[in-house]
């Protein structure tokens, strides 16, 4: 039972460099959602998405694109990465969006140098 | 914006002592969530609060929601070191649409 797997865990790039973090769930939860973690600032949203093609801006979405396509995938790309993009970034789904149990991936930890 | 604070940010005891972590903001909430999260994991959910004054028990775990809605409270009675971990608050809003989440406390419990 995969539920939700994000990819990769780890990654490493350059100032400026394109990156998208992926994330798949095997639920067929309508809900999906993109949060950062910084020390301080607790988990912040930057994406969600209530259905497939349906996407909106959370709290802190400058510098991130989503697509939600396919019910089960929900890609995050920072389209030119910065150095404050350094940071966890977890997916996250929910049967029945904010307010029902919210399921989360295992994280992605991104450096950006 | 939403403001969640939780305090303490930090907390280390001993197996067998009582705890309370505290969430509170200035804002009501329509329903207030608890996580807890392991390192190199992502937050798993323990619990929901929807009625102001209510308290829900999961095991050694009591969770309580404010009357006004604006605050809870997590107490764990005889800590274990397997409660070791981060615990956050995530408050719903009114609108049902943001789930804002407080910055956490960081629990260890030492044998």
């Known amino acids: 039972d995969a539920g939700i797997t994000q990819s990769p865990r780890y990654k490493i790039t350059e100032t400026g460099r394109q990156v998208t973090l992926m994330c798949h769930q095997t639920w067929s939860h309508s809900y999906m959602f993109w949060y950062r973690q910084d020390l301080g600032h607790g988990l912040r949203l930057i994406y969600y998405s209530a259905a497939a093609d349906i996407t909106d801006k959370g709290e802190v979405p400058d510098g991130y694109v989503v697509s939600r396509s396919k019910t089960e995938n929900f890609p995050l790309t920072l389209e030119s990465a910065t150095r404050s993009q350094t940071s966890v970034y977890f997916c996250a789904s929910s049967g029945q969006g904010i307010g029902s149990p919210i399921y989360f991936g295992e994280g992605s930890w991104l450096t950006v140098v | 914006t939403q403001l969640l604070e939780q305090s303490p940010q930090f907390l280390s005891i001993q197996e067998g002592e009582n705890l309370t972590v505290y969430c509170n903001s200035s804002s009501v909430f329509s329903s207030l969530q608890w996580y807890r999260q392991e390192p190199g994991e992502g937050p798993v959910l323990l619990v929901t609060?929807?009625?102001?004054?209510e308290v829900k028990k999961l095991k050694r775990l009591t969770f309580q929601f404010g009357d006004a809605r604006k605050d809870s409270s997590l107490h764990i009675t005889a800590a274990q070191p397997g409660d070791t971990g981060l615990y956050l608050c995530?408050?719903?809003?009114?609108?049902?649409?943001?789930?804002?989440f407080g910055g956490g406390t960081r629990l260890m419990v030492k044998p």
């Open positions: 609060v929807v009625t102001g004054g």
């Open positions: 995530a408050g719903i809003n009114n609108a049902g649409n943001m789930l804002t």
